[in-house]
């Protein structure tokens, strides 16, 4: 086996820039804030940041409405604090990611304003413009994921644009070569500039059918259930042209050493592990997002294992998400007993963990007033939409004021409990999810059972998960206990010699021979 890159051994840190730390005083995180946090990083133990869209941006969807590839938005700072930022996470050995928005832009951005300016500009063709349907109405039936219809009337040219998300966010035409030819060059403007790798959003809606045809209803869509999902995306996402976009996205790639991409894409496993590419030339991370809405008991969760261990192509890399910045947090959804089972499941199973910021504390969702929700789809879906400001409220590091987030009141306000649910409260308490999270990932960094070895499921009779990690003559036992009530485990011969080593805060450990027994919510790992 050849050398793991460091995309494969290591562990990638989600930062919402907005909400990590405020240098400046305007309530709202900033570059300077995520550099003056790298040490913390480091001490963690993570080994890439991917930093949430920091270009210029009207924010109507809070940088996912990109005006400007190739600028950082005030806000945020300046190309010198960027430049600044990848300084100072090289200097301690970490990777700086950054994220690429290919399917949409602002329709601030200079290219929109010139798209809709004439029918005749020369970059009509650089967004999706269509006639209207006979009866006057949109060219065909296809939602937004933000509510309502995707397409949007012009009335100065006469036609409608499409848009999957805000009407601020016209959608890109990948089949003009010039468009395609820009975005690739802003690509290559971040390589250049150090960047070592970009997690691309909604990659897999980046092209779509070249008739544009009317999607089919979804028989499963029930009142309470958001618009887009009144309608199975055939046409309007995972088409067969995004895999020769993706290829030449990877060309660029790869003209550069051990840079890596990294494919935003909610598809089923089987669709999804196309997205590495025929040849090895798709992306090399598809997020795998599985783990987010999967059921909670040890029989499913080894089912998904199972099924999306035996999809990966040869030579293809797993990797494991349990929460980012548009998904209820996993401290809510499988409840705080269950928080720190969920973070071991995460560490230690084959592939590349994502760790969204927050999660290392057991932030739980945060609850917002209605007068201060800012999420462009809660407001727009109120009763159907997840409101994701709960999972992107400011980082608490400390009990000073504002968490020392900021010197003023934040954009979103704080967890309740910031006082106590802190960095600085955390550190120091061996029994928190910070110092767990800490050690998991000093395991992970020391054994290479666990950053690379192989994945062998040991048991999920009951409400015991257990499975092995192994490299070479390096063995780990890793039992997880999602019940609520004490479990007994068996243990395979080879591991009855094996020493518990790590728990879940607060639980004992204790080795009993051959029976490895679990108190309520406790993770074991023995090596
Ligand atoms: C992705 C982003 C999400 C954003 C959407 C539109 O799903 O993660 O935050 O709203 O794309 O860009
Ligand atoms: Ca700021």
Redesign the pocket.
């Known amino acids: 086996m050849t050398e793991p890159l460091w995309w494969q051994k290591g562990v990638i840190y989600q930062v919402y820039p907005r909400s990590y730390a405020d240098s400046n005083g305007d309530g709202i995180g900033d570059l300077a804030g995520v550099a003056a946090r790298l040490d913390y990083l480091v001490d963690l133990g993570v080994d890439a940041v991917w930093l949430s869209p920091i270009f210029p941006s009207p924010m109507a969807?809070f940088g996912?409405d990109v005006a400007d590839y190739r600028g950082i938005d005030p806000r945020f700072g300046t190309l010198a604090d960027f430049d600044a930022l990848r300084d100072a996470a090289h200097a301690r050995g970490l990777k700086l990611l950054l994220d690429f928005?290919p399917n949409?832009s602002s329709s601030e951005h200079p290219w929109f304003l010139e798209s809709r300016a004439s029918r005749e500009n020369p970059k009509r063709d650089w967004y999706i413009w269509r006639d209207a349907a006979p009866d006057g109405g949109p060219p065909n039936n296809w939602q937004s994921y933000f509510g309502g219809s995707a397409w949007e009337w012009d009335a100065a040219t006469g036609q409608y644009y499409l848009h999957q998300?805000l009407k601020e966010?016209p959608e890109l035409n990948w089949r003009n070569p010039d468009l395609r030819a820009a975005m690739l060059e802003a690509m290559r403007f971040w390589f250049d500039r150090g960047v070592d790798g970009f997690r691309i959003?909604?990659l897999w809606l980046a092209i779509k059918h070249p008739d544009f045809p009317d999607n089919p209803a979804n028989p499963a869509w029930r009142e309470g259930m958001q618009d887009i999902e009144r309608l199975l995306p055939a046409h309007s996402a995972d088409q067969p042209e995004m895999m020769e976009i993706i290829a030449a996205m990877r060309d660029v790639t790869d003209a550069y050493p051990e840079r890596v991409l990294i494919g935003?894409i909610y598809l089923p496993i089987p669709r999804l592990v196309a997205y590495y590419g025929a040849r090895g030339n798709g992306v090399h991370l598809p997020f795998n997002f599985h783990l987010l809405d999967a059921t909670w008991d040890a029989a499913a969760l080894a089912r998904l294992i199972a099924e999306y261990e035996g999809a990966l192509p040869a030579g293809g890399w797993p990797n494991w998400v349990l929460g980012n910045?548009?998904k209820p947090r996993v401290a809510s959804r499988v409840g705080p007993e269950q928080a720190a089972v969920a973070m071991m499941l995460l560490l230690t199973l084959r592939g590349t963990p994502t760790l969204y910021q927050g999660d290392e504390l057991g932030m739980p969702n945060v609850p917002i007033p209605p007068e201060r929700v800012q999420d462009p789809q809660a407001l727009r879906e109120p009763d159907t939409a997840f409101n994701r400001d709960e999972v992107r409220t400011p980082m608490p590091w400390d009990a000073s004021a504002h968490a020392g987030f900021s010197t003023v009141e934040p954009w979103l306000p704080l967890n309740p409990d910031w006082a106590e649910r802190n960095v600085m409260a955390q550190r120091d308490d061996a029994g928190s999810m910070l110092a767990f999270t800490r050690a998991l990932l000093q395991l992970r960094r020391a054994h290479s059972a666990l950053s690379v070895g192989s994945w062998h499921a040991v048991s999920s009779d009951g409400a015991v998960l257990a499975y092995e990690r192994r490299h070479g003559a390096d063995r780990v036992l890793v039992a997880l206990n999602l019940s609520d009530a004490p479990q007994a485990l068996a243990l395979p011969d080879w591991a009855v010699t094996l020493a518990p080593v790590l728990t879940t805060p607060h639980h004992d450990l204790r080795a009993e021979g051959a029976t490895l027994l679990l108190a309520p919510n406790q993770g074991i790992l023995l090596l």
């Open positions: 969807d996912y928005v949409h998300f966010q959003d909604v935003e910045h548009d």
